[in-house]
């Protein structure tokens, strides 16, 4: 099946540090890719869509200039939190999804933990 | 916009047993997919099983099947022979026919399979 990698697995930074994530189609071509940040024991939150070679879609209420979302390629999508604060601490998840009609896979995670 | 709707926040299951977990959505659109996906304790989104609107026969995948029934705008997900390894939230999620489209979840039921 589809394989979605997503790394890290887990963060641990000081407040004011830029984290780079990284989601990766490893067996197919994502299309389009998605971010999404999961609260504890609540559903997913989509942050924004991305298409390869174009800019990420954000969803209302989404700071661009804090989540920074790159595509550029057709198997490589990073969502960078930028001057991170404890506010940002989170689950964040990726998803990836080839052409249309396909179903989106998920990467594991990411728990970010900002001190 | 699309909304999806579960209204089970919690539901118990022995083992060896059936259960079936709830979602509604509303949408005015004709073409659209509908997807269950499960979340263990280790965060992992994975996929269920998937349901095109356009099919009228309800998709099965070993234990799991869904009665999917278009004009109520209902789409349950039954899970026979419950096994521990079956405890997790469990998402429903609808997603529009058009390319650009994205999941919307509902806010998840958590299976719980006791012995």
């Known amino acids: 099946g589809a394989v979605v990698s997503q790394h890290p697995s887990w963060v641990i930074c000081k407040s004011g540090t830029s984290v780079k994530i990284e989601c990766r189609s490893l067996d197919f071509q994502a299309t389009t890719m998605f971010w999404y940040r999961q609260f504890p024991k609540q559903s997913l939150m989509l942050m924004a869509t991305?298409?390869?070679?174009?800019?990420?879609?954000?969803e209302q209420g989404v700071e661009k200039d804090k989540f920074l979302i790159n595509h550029a390629s057709l198997t490589l999508s990073t969502l960078t939190v930028t001057s991170a604060h404890p506010e940002d601490s989170s689950f964040y998840i990726c998803?990836?999804?080839?052409?249309?009609?396909?179903?989106?896979?998920f990467g594991d995670g990411t728990r970010l933990s900002i001190l | 916009a699309q909304t999806v709707t579960q209204s089970q926040p919690e539901m118990s299951v022995q083992e060896a047993e059936t259960v079936t977990l709830s979602c509604t959505y509303d949408?005015?659109?004709?073409?659209?997919?509908l997807f269950w996906y499960k979340q263990p304790p280790s965060r992992q989104m994975i996929l269920v099983i998937r349901q095109e609107a356009y099919k009228q026969q309800n998709a099965t995948e070993n234990r799991f099947s869904v009665n999917f029934q278009k004009a109520a705008k209902s789409f349950s997900l039954k899970i026979s022979d419950s096994q521990l390894g079956d405890a997790a939230m469990y998402f429903c999620?609808?997603?529009?026919?058009?390319?650009?489209?994205?999941?919307?979840f509902g806010t998840g039921t958590r299976l719980q399979v006791t012995l």
């Open positions: 949408t005015s659109e004709s073409d659209y997919y």
């Open positions: 998803s990836a999804r080839g052409h249309r009609g396909q179903p989106q896979h």
């Open positions: 999620a609808y997603r529009s026919g058009s390319a650009a489209s994205k999941l919307t």
């Open positions: 991305s298409n390869e070679g174009s800019k990420a879609t954000y």
